[in-house]
């Protein structure tokens, strides 16, 4: 299992619905908290390792690590906050982002159930971010052009290294 990186189509399609939580389901999630760790990041969604299925996975400081299958963000602040992100599927660039600072969002865990958690701070964040790519969207979507075109160049220069 590999991260996919910018560039790859299917970071841009948007994912389907989970249907069903099976074996296959549940081993795929335990890949890719071993990514996410390898990855040294806090968030993976499907589409990043080309499944293309609502569902990512959280693992933050002094938090536990959580699954959000079939997520709703279901209410986000008007408050925002700027704080920087990177991307695993988008290595070696980071750029401060505008996001709500609160949210609430419901989903199912890894066992079908589903849960509401109201969130802030960085959790708040990595959810967004995380939300994004089920959607096919990158953080680098929510920059100004002049600064798009310069993670572009930057990145195609990492890439052709
Ligand atoms: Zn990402």
């Not at 401060?96 to 701070?121: C, H, M, S, W, Y």
């Not at 971010?129 to 990492?158: P, T």
């Amino acid at each position: 299992m590999q991260i996919l990186t910018l560039g790859n189509e299917l970071l841009r399609q948007k994912a389907d619905k989970v249907n069903k939580i099976d074996t296959d389901l549940t081993k795929t999630i335990q890949q890719m908290f071993t990514i996410l760790k390898d990855g040294k990041g806090v968030g993976l969604a499907g589409p990043q390792i080309g499944l293309l299925k609502r569902i990512f996975v959280v693992s933050i400081a002094d938090d536990i690590p959580r699954v959000f299958i079939n997520p709703v963000i279901i209410e986000t602040s008007t408050e925002t906050l700027k704080y920087e992100e990177g991307c695993l599927s988008i290595p070696g660039v980071w750029a401060d982002v505008i996001r709500p600072k609160q949210i609430t969002v419901q989903a199912l865990n890894e066992k079908g159930r589903p849960f509401t958690l109201e969130a802030g701070g960085i959790l708040a964040r990595v959810i967004l971010h995380e939300y994004d790519h089920l959607e096919g969207k990158l953080f680098i979507d929510r920059l100004s052009e002049a600064k798009q075109k310069r993670i572009f160049a930057k990145f195609d220069k990492k890439a052709k290294a």
